[in-house]
């Protein structure tokens, strides 16, 4: 199950508080304001800025 439209709609980057968007892949949420991506584990987005990656090691 993918995540829905409207949570998506609903939740921001925990850091700066702004938008955040699905993945190619769809196994994250990036914020392109922090450079971070937050990991998808079994359909719920790991939401903790502790756990978070940078975007350029997320990539590779």
Not at 28 to 37: E, P
Request: hydrophobic content about 40%; overall charge negative.
């Amino acid at each position: 199950m993918a995540l829905s439209k409207d949570l998506l709609d609903i939740l921001a980057c925990p850091k700066c508080k702004g938008n955040i968007y699905l993945n190619e892949k769809g196994d994250g949420l990036i914020c392109d304001n922090c450079k971070l991506i937050y990991e998808i584990k079994d359909d719920i987005p790991v939401m903790i800025i502790e756990e978070a990656k940078p975007v350029q090691s997320a990539l590779k």
